[in-house]
């Protein structure tokens, strides 16, 4: 006898006929239509679980800021590693930078979280904002988006032991986003993370990580920040330790005015 | 009866054929989210999380105990896949199914943790049995991946195969409820399961190599 037809097949799997006798037969000694009837009824079967699958819930948005997160880390782990090098290092050698993509121990386990009152403190919205363009755009210092006006600004000094030539400054700009301006920061064997704090109950949230020790940075606020309460601007020191929250190693703070 | 033939065109429903006649809204059109991920476009980081992550969620929530488990496992799968995105080819499955697949590696992974803990708790306590495990996750990939595919089918073709599969109706009751010619039903049903085959077989679990030590009642 000669195949099943497939249509056929595909109604003997959907259990709309039952196998007449040659067909029966035939199934009992072709491979190939057996295969293709086993696999039309399992498909059939997966078909029938799907119902409910439509409508599954929406992940949390803090998992989407870990995401982002850890990306932004792992992105710039790169820098971190040469800056450590060329701290460790008697002074700056001749070596070469370190290739990008080279291997990174640290990055592959690493794993942030925003704590629970930083995802209460940003809307879904304004999350999504922050993600899509969290990365931190590093812009010219001598071009500073000369378009943007300033709604608030803040002078950054030293904090605590931190030496006293750090300095910086942050400027609110209208596009929301915070431009950052750091220098001498001293090394650290993690990397540094800016916050925003509100000085009456110490909240605080980040709002993003910075690559090299004197730079600038562009980092997006959530649109509905409250820069009267989230008025201080803190760099800090952090290790890859997992531990979200602030390290309690200020290097830089700051409080911004309007 | 029609005769737009659905049988051999891409599994990525790049090129879905015009069946034309009806003017329903035919469900995610085809688009570039595959390619522009793969070039590094952000947007299409967040795109992609806001289309599949309820689906890579659903795997870790489905077949790991613990919820913050489970949140880990899909922050970490849209994590490598966005790392890893040099090594995605949409060529050969789509965007979907390549995230689900490393999730369920990455859920695999932590049920092996899971499983030696509680060895080492059992060899301590002397306990008799280990906790129940939960459903196989490469069950639950191929049920997403189905269902991915079922909704992007024709909405006459998902219709029916929906009437058939959840309310268990005969293509004659199809034809019936529905006033549609029980030839066109029949059609109708044949497309729309060879594409849900076709799909399961280039983005399903089950068809590509096992994990040794995951049996998995199939």
């Known amino acids: 006898m000669q195949h099943l037809d497939h249509d056929r097949l595909v109604f003997l799997a959907l259990g709309e006929s039952q196998a007449e006798h040659g067909e029966t037969d035939h199934l009992g000694t072709c491979a190939a239509c057996r295969g293709e009837l086993q696999a039309l009824q399992h498909v059939a079967g997966l078909g029938a679980e799907t119902q409910g699958l439509r409508e599954l819930p929406e992940p949390p948005e803090h998992i989407w800021q870990g995401i982002m997160a850890e990306i932004n880390a792992a992105e710039a782990l790169p820098s971190l590693t040469e800056a450590r090098r060329q701290s460790t290092g008697a002074g700056p050698t001749g070596e070469p930078p370190a290739a990008p993509g080279a291997a990174v121990p640290i990055g592959a386990g690493r794993r942030r979280r925003w704590s629970r009152w930083a995802t209460t403190l940003v809307t879904a919205a304004a999350a999504a904002a922050v993600g899509v363009v969290g990365t931190l755009a590093v812009v010219d210092r001598d071009r500073p988006a000369p378009q943007q006006a300033v709604l608030a600004s803040a002078p950054l000094a030293a904090y605590g032991t931190t030496p006293k030539d750090a300095n910086g400054d942050a400027r609110v700009l209208t596009d929301g986003k915070v431009h950052l301006h750091v220098a001498n920061l001293p090394n650290v064997s993690g990397y540094y993370e800016v916050w925003l704090i509100n000085p009456k109950n110490m909240e605080m949230f980040s709002i993003g990580t910075l690559r090299s020790r004197s730079g600038d940075a562009l980092l997006p606020l959530p649109p509905n920040v409250d820069l009267q309460a989230y008025s201080v601007v803190d760099v800090s020191a952090e290790q890859y330790d997992n531990k979200p929250a602030h390290s309690g190693e200020s290097l830089l703070r700051g409080a911004l005015t309007g | ?218």
């Open chain 2, 1 to 218: 009866m029609r005769t737009g033939a659905t049988v051999g065109h891409a599994p990525r429903k790049a090129t879905r054929p015009v069946t034309a006649v009806r003017h329903e809204p035919d469900p995610p059109p085809p688009d570039d989210l595959a390619e522009r991920f793969r070039a590094g476009d952000e947007r299409a980081l967040r795109e992609a999380y806001d289309r599949y992550g309820r689906a890579v969620l659903h795997l870790a929530v489905s077949t790991l105990a613990n919820r913050s488990d489970a949140e880990d496992v899909t922050q970490a799968t849209f994590v490598a896949a966005w790392l890893g995105r040099d090594t995605f080819d949409p060529a050969k499955g789509s965007l979907i199914g390549w995230l689900l697949g490393i999730g369920r590696r990455k859920v695999i992974d932590r049920l092996r943790a899971a499983a030696r803990e509680t060895r080492v708790v059992e060899t301590v306590r002397q306990l008799p049995e280990p906790a129940p495990t939960g459903p196989d996750p490469d069950a639950v990939v191929d049920r997403l991946v189905v269902a991915d595919e079922l909704a992007r089918l024709p909405d006459d073709q998902r219709r029916m195969l929906e009437l058939a599969f959840y309310d268990d109706l005969t293509h004659q009751q199809i034809a019936t409820v529905t006033g549609v010619p029980l030839g066109t039903v029949k059609s109708h049903i044949r497309r729309g399961m060879a594409s849900l085959k076709r799909r399961w077989e280039v983005d399903g679990a089950a068809p590509g190599p096992r994990p040794a030590g995951l049996s998995g009642a199939r």
